[in-house]
T-cell receptor, first 112, second 115 residues
Framework: GQQVMQIPQYQHVQEGEDFTTYCNSSTTLSNIQWYKQRPGGHPVFLIQLVKSGEVKKQKRLTFQFGEAKKNSSLHITATQTTDVGTYFCAGPGAGNNRKLIWGLGTSLAVNP | DTGVSQNPRHKITKRGQNVTFRCDPISEHNRLYWYRQTLGQGPEFLTYFQNEAQLEKSRLLSDRFSAERPKGSFSTLEIQRTEQGDSAMYLC?????????????FGPGTRLTVT
């Protein structure tokens, strides 16, 4: 079945260092979404990418969608302690139900 | 707009008991999703409603699980004869067909502990 994989599973950085998480889908995606879940919280929508090769920025966060629309990345420049959490990518499953297939997430820890 | 709400936030129950959770989506959202999440995992899809119609149910969901959305507004998720393996966070999310975006808005979740 359709799968979405993320690497790394965990990342520990010093505050100020950069961070990147990668997402790969077993199938071509019409779009990909990124969510952030703080410890003890629920997933919160960050962004949706739709176009092949699309790059979007949100302050220190840069999101990319691959040319083949099967992979994506999230890069955080100069991490801060507020960036701590788990970052999930998710892509729509087959069919018209808008069900999302989720990666396992990358947990980011930031040392002050 | 008060966002997605879920009740209760926490539930502790003994094995074999039945539990019911409620989700109130964002009022204008016609799509509603239930997920289950365990520690270190991503949300696992359970079931999905478009308005009051339940359009898909995960094959992972046993017959002990049932969900309803009787008037296309709030939804309930019932687990009968709970087992320890049912312990998890149960998340509800909603979205709208009126936007081209697939973004889903999540509630705070109901954490179930089966003893």
């Amino acid at each position: 079945g359709q799968q979405v994989m993320q690497i790394p599973q965990y990342q520990h950085v010093q505050e100020g260092e950069d961070f990147t998480t990668y997402c790969n889908s077993s199938t071509t995606l019409s779009n990909i979404q990124w969510y952030k879940q703080r410890p003890g919280g629920h997933p919160v929508f960050l962004i949706q990418l739709v176009k092949s090769g699309e790059v979007k920025k949100q302050k220190r966060l840069t999101f990319q969608f691959g040319e083949a629309k099967k992979n994506s990345s999230l890069h955080i420049t100069a991490t801060q302690t507020t960036d701590v959490g788990t970052y999930f990518c998710a892509g729509p499953g087959a069919g018209n139900n808008r069900k999302l297939i989720w990666g396992l997430g990358t947990s980011l820890a930031v040392n002050p | 707009d008060t966002g997605v709400s879920q009740n209760p936030r926490h539930k502790i129950t003994k094995r074999g008991q039945n539990v019911t959770f409620r989700c109130d989506p964002i009022s204008e959202h016609n799509r509603l999703y239930w997920y289950r999440q365990t520690l270190g995992q991503g949300p696992e899809f359970l079931t999905y409603f478009q308005n009051e119609a339940q359009l898909e149910k995960s094959r992972l969901l046993s017959d002990r699980f049932s969900a309803e959305r009787p008037k296309g507004s709030f939804s309930t998720l019932e687990i009968q004869r709970t087992e320890q393996g049912d312990s998890a966070m149960y998340l509800c999310a909603s979205s709208s067909d009126l936007t081209r975006s697939y973004e889903q808005y999540f509630g705070p979740g109901t954490r179930l502990t089966v003893t």
